[in-house]
């Protein structure tokens, strides 16, 4: 049975198809599977037979967003389908083009709560490919993720084994900014708050400098929706924070994560209540030092690649640094998932890369 794919907000070469959720307090919930199929096939040059069943093999990526974010990455998918990828992003429900009237948008109060998500992603993106080349088909899937998406892929992958053949990490938010001791104290808070009023928003500046950055009405190239990436983001709600913290609480505790895993971020961080010009080409969000140093305890096979005047999101700095970071991670994927069919170690990393690499394990 055909599904009811459709034309994506990106234009005619992306197609995205609602996938049906659980309802919760506030009613029905969906989520949005993104596919970018330029010539009508998602897989592009990815399918290739494997001798060993006879299925085509194909090699694909799935993107989650941010937090108060939604998938707009034309260029990076246009990249890796060049390369020999099927590419999907999913925008999960309650962001972007799965927030419905009503909804607390970006509301979760666990990030297992994306567990289904993820289940009817992969699900309808397996039958897409199917689809398209007639035959079954076997994944070679990497999971692409950024920010709190990040955080979310890291433990999904640590839950689920064998799932996946590699992440890709852009600034992922790993652990809480600010002195490990008060953690504990603001834990403990959140729950007793969380237990009455979990949609309580916690009180924060509005500085809407990262947007500046990045929007096409700013100093920036991108166009932004603001109904889905708000200037100065969502609001931070207390159960939400709770959620988060649980998830930093479980990396904390210790993961291992099975597959090669990439992470790509700034060289620096710029974080101030005031404007400064260093944010044009630094991490304005995340402390990337404590963000690198949790990295590098996820599995027993990290690569991570510092890029000098890269934003949080690594993909919407300006063409040069992305450039460079789109061409790190093909690299870098080229390795670990290479296009033929072939036995792979689990240690192996980019050699080519060794400028501006840090690695751990």
Known sequence: MHEPWSEDILGASFRSLTLPLEPDDEGRRVATLVAYEPDGAPAGQSMRTDPATEAERVRAVLYLHGFSDYFLHAELAQALHERGWAFFALDLHKYGRSLLPGQTPGFVTSLQDYDADLEAALAALERRL?????????????????????????????????????????SPWLDMQGSALLRPAAQGILATVSRRRPKARI?????????????????????????????AGFPIRVGWLRAVLAGHADLAH????????????????????????????????????????????????????????????????????????????????EVQVPGEVLQRSPRVRDAGESSGLATGG
């Not at 080349?133 to 890291?154: I, K, N, Q």
């Not at 963000?291 to 919407?316: W, Y």
């Open 203 to 231: 009180p924060l500046p509005e500085l809407g400098f990262y947007f500046r950055n990045i929007s096409d009405t700013r100093d920036g190239e991108w166009p932004i929706d603001p109904a889905w990436r708000p200037e």
């Open 130 to 170: 199917r689809e398209r080349a007639g035959a079954p088909v076997v994944l070679d899937l990497v999971l692409m993720a950024h920010s709190m998406g990040g955080l979310t892929a890291a433990l999904w992958a640590a839950r689920n084994p064998g799932r996946v053949s590699a992440l890709v990490l852009n």
């Open 254 to 333: 210790g993961v291992s994560i099975d597959v090669p895993i990439l992470v790509v971020c700034s060289a620096s961080s710029t974080i101030s209540a005031t404007w400064d010009e260093a944010m044009r080409h630094t991490d304005s969000i995340l402390d990337v030092t404590p963000m690198v140093h949790r990295a590098a305890e996820l599995g027993n096979s990290i690569t991570i690649r510092r890029l000098p005047g890269a934003l949080h999101d690594v993909f919407l700095s300006r063409v040069e640094v992305r450039r460079e970071a789109t061409d790190a991670v093909l690299r870098w994927l």
